[in-house]
């Protein structure tokens, strides 16, 4: 399916308008995900209830009945948590005094970032508000959090931002590197950030947001702290909750699951296993590959904070239950329970665990995930079903392309779609603008030609098939080198088009650079905060409104 759903413009801002099409129409998603957007028959969905047929998904991403979600959390509990949100948002007291009278929340997080990180983390916020608000209006209220992802230890996914800059785009990264797998989130900045603000400040210009980006990358903070305070700011007015869970707070409430997945670590394992055999029988592809001594937990060593994965040993005579390894080092279950006890904070959830670490300590009504973070679900499922006995329901974040003034009058110009545009290079692009730039006479005669040629050859190497079937084979080759000749012929005009109209080439340049740089969707690859502080709250506004206006694919977004 391709072409768009609708397009909208904004009644309060009439130079923004907006066109949504069908998520198909982002290269390199997998199956999964694509068929849990469109609810096909293939994905199993439940109906919110535990129990019965086993489900991939707890709800079709439509169905709103997430709404009125029953989350079982004691009054203990959640006057825990949130004394927990008031720690580190002491500015959102009214709504933490609503969650411990029963609200629900809608969650969404992600890794910690250099620099605010990409464009699509504010995509994440904007979506947990506005699902919180409309479930609020509907008369069952809720409150957005965004879940901090401190405990991950790839520093190399988050150590950079790309912002743009002229014709180019420009790398900032934070080289300062931990000397091992420590938790990102706890990573101090040192003097080295300091350069990259300068940087920033020149691509990005003075702003409210780069204020708040120079405040928050300070020397002497937290990685975790200056994320969560960059976009506590930016997300002030929208009364967005942000909660880092490293802490031995979070873990104490968490630790049930964190129990669970120790002593009961070779059935959860099993179940995995039988899952993922599902879902490629099903013809998929696992997000997450789950391989034998594989567990669902790390652990965080009390000297380094370096964080390892925890592997399962073969059971023996000496040590009936197996042993687990971090490392050179070993332990028994009994250790590890011992641990976490006494230091929750060192034991750490996997991928495919987190969620419920997550759903354990926060009441959580529906989690909104990227691509990625979907496709775990189907995995995460039979985990949520074994320890919680619920299956809280996931729905996609706002998938977005913004477009700014000047490249929203090159697309008018060339009369281009966002489709096209996703299906090229520059270098194809600049072909396609020189073929259109091209002179009516010289297009009708190509065309013309090529049609002809096209016509003629499909005639005889039908007739010479049915002659003999190796002659058929014989001319169809032939009829291809030549069909290649006449392409190369299209070719060849657009290039001298292009040599005339040296403009049509920087035109192609900047509209990919600016829609689909390097082969990656926009909201991948450039950082959120070049967009939050060019265009300030309007632009919140308008991510929140366009996050929750219901298009179930991706949208383009005219600035």
């Not at 391709?2 to 066109?19: A, D, H, V, Y």
């Amino acid at each position: 399916m391709s072409g768009k759903f609708c397009r909208s413009r904004n009644p309060e801002r009439p130079s923004l308008n907006t066109e949504c099409f069908p998520i198909t129409v982002v290269p390199g998603l997998s199956r999964l995900f694509r068929d849990y957007c469109s609810a096909e028959p293939s994905v199993p969905f439940g109906d919110g209830r535990s129990g019965g047929t086993p489900s991939w998904f707890s709800r079709n991403p439509r169905d709103l009945g997430w709404q009125q979600t029953p989350v079982l959390h004691s009054a203990s509990h959640r006057a825990q948590v949130a004394q927990l949100l008031a720690d580190q948002n002491p500015l959102h007291a009214s709504s933490l005094e609503r969650l411990r009278q029963g609200v629900n929340v809608v969650v969404t997080g992600q890794q910690v970032g250099i620099l605010g990180g990409p464009l699509f983390t504010p995509h994440k916020a904007a979506t947990a508000i506005a699902l919180a608000q409309q479930a609020t209006a509907a008369g069952h209220a809720h409150l957005p959090v965004f879940w901090l992802a401190t405990e991950d230890h790839d520093f190399a996914e988050v150590n950079h931002v790309t912002f743009p800059a002229r014709r180019a785009l420009t790398k900032l990264t934070y080289d300062h590197s931990p000397t091992s797998a420590v938790r990102v989130g706890g990573i101090v900045l040192d003097d080295s950030i300091t350069p990259l603000i300068d940087q920033a400040w020149e691509l990005i210009g003075y702003s409210d947001a780069m204020e708040w980006l120079a405040a928050a990358y300070r020397p002497g903070q937290t990685l975790a702290a200056a994320f969560a305070e960059f976009y506590g700011k930016v997300f002030a007015s929208k009364g967005l909750l942000v909660l880092d869970p490293s802490g031995r707070d979070a873990h104490r409430l968490g630790a049930p699951v964190l129990r669970a997945a120790i002593e009961r670590a070779d059935e959860l394992h099993q179940a995995l296993l039988e899952r993922n055999q599902e879902i490629v029988a099903a013809g998929y592809h696992a997000q997450v590959a789950v391989a034998d001594g594989n567990s669902l937990l790390f652990l965080l060593d009390a000297q380094t904070g370096a964080r390892t994965a925890l592997k399962r040993t073969e059971p023996s005579a000496t040590e009936p239950a197996g042993l687990w390894q971090a490392g050179r080092d070993r332990y028994s279950s009994d250790e590890l329970l011992s641990i976490l006890a006494s230091e929750p904070e060192r034991i750490s959830p996997s991928a495919l665990l987190r969620p419920l670490f997550q759903d354990q300590i926060l009441p959580t009504s529906a989690y909104v995930g990227g691509p990625a973070e979907i496709a775990y679900f189907a995995q995460s499922a039979v985990l949520y079903e074994r320890i919680l006995g619920r299956l809280t329901p996931v729905l996609p974040r706002l998938s977005a392309t913004l477009v700014e003034p000047s490249i929203a009058e090159l697309f008018d110009r060339h009369e281009l779609s966002l489709e096209t545009v996703l299906a090229s290079t520059e270098e194809s692009l600049a072909q396609s603008l020189a073929a259109r730039a091209m002179p009516i006479a010289g297009k009708q005669r190509l065309a013309a030609a090529g049609n002809a040629l096209d016509s003629e050859l499909s005639f005889l190497t039908d007739y010479m098939a049915q002659l003999d079937a190796d002659l058929g084979r014989s001319a169809s080759v032939s009829a291809s080198k030549m069909r290649y000749q006449m392409n190369r012929l299209r070719r060849m005009a657009a290039n001298f088009e292009l040599q005339k109209e040296t403009s049509l080439g920087r035109h192609a340049q900047a509209i990919v650079q600016a829609i689909y740089p390097h082969g990656h969707l926009q909201e991948r690859s450039v950082g959120a905060a070049f967009y939050l502080a060019r265009y300030g709250q309007p632009l919140v506004e308008a991510l929140v409104r366009e996050a929750g206006d219901g298009c179930p694919g991706h949208k383009l977004i005219r600035l």
